[in-house]
């Protein structure tokens, strides 16, 4: 099963928040995120547990304990639920095509690749701040959302494209953690066109991008969307099923 989408996207940038039991992770989730938001910024978060996230006592449960594969609720609120865990960069890809987020929090998720505050001693080398959360002032959290501001990254595709000026995606991003340079961006961060096979994300190169780009949005534009209400493109989504067998 292949699934193509075509959107306009943005610069969604990832930061995780880590650090050892009873530190104030949460605490300084919630301080991030607010002022992130009281800033104009679209916030998401995501929270790893090692335990499951207990439903039991609602209908959806009952659905998930009936034997559904998948439980999905919706109304005022709409979330999703599933046996197994999701690889965090699967998870990260749903949400940047649900919603055009410009941050994403993360709560855990202490081996990530991605730009990581400690709430204790932790430290590796995608570390850019310790804090003490129980001691931390309004102006000191301002600070910290500024220094996530400069040296956040999105998702990295390690294509190497050598678009933000650098040799490597690797050089790229050990520049953002040092904060050697805060404008450089990566051109492959929020890329405009995602291509799942049978769940797996697979990195296209900038030809192979925007060919399929253009040849999607050329053929949509022939056809008469305004009749169904579809007129902006914002998102365009192309599932090809794939049922012949393969010897």
Do not use: W
Not at 115 to 124: C, G, M
């Amino acid at each position: 099963m292949f699934k193509i989408i075509v959107f306009k996207g943005v610069n969604m940038k990832i930061i995780a928040v880590v650090g050892t039991k009873n530190t104030g992770k949460t605490t300084l989730v919630t301080k991030i995120v607010r002022e992130l938001v009281e800033r104009g910024f679209e916030v998401g978060t995501i929270k790893y547990s090692h335990h499951s996230f207990d439903m039991s006592n609602r209908d959806t449960g009952k659905h998930k304990k009936a034997g559904a594969a998948i439980v999905a609720g919706t109304g005022k609120e709409t979330f999703f639920t599933m046996d197994g865990g999701m690889e965090l960069e699967n998870v990260l890809s749903m949400m940047e095509f649900i919603k055009n987020l410009d941050f994403v929090v993360l709560e855990g998720f202490k081996t990530s690749k991605y730009a990581k505050i400690s709430t204790s001693d932790f430290n590796d080398e995608f570390t850019i701040a310790n804090v003490n959360v129980f001691e931390m002032e309004s102006n000191e959290l301002k600070s910290l959302v500024d220094l996530i501001s400069e040296r956040s990254f999105g998702m990295i595709k390690y294509l190497n494209c050598k678009k933000c000026g650098f040799d490597s995606c690797n050089d790229f991003v050990n520049q953002k953690i040092k904060g050697s340079d805060g404008r450089i961006i990566c051109k492959s961060e929020s890329d405009e066109v995602l291509l799942k096979i049978d769940g797996q994300m697979i990195p296209l190169n900038p030809f192979v991008r925007s060919f399929v780009k253009e040849t999607i949005l050329g053929m949509v534009k022939s056809l008469k969307t305004d009749e169904f209400g579809a007129s902006d493109f914002e998102k365009i989504e192309l599932l090809i099923r794939d049922d012949h067998e393969r010897y």
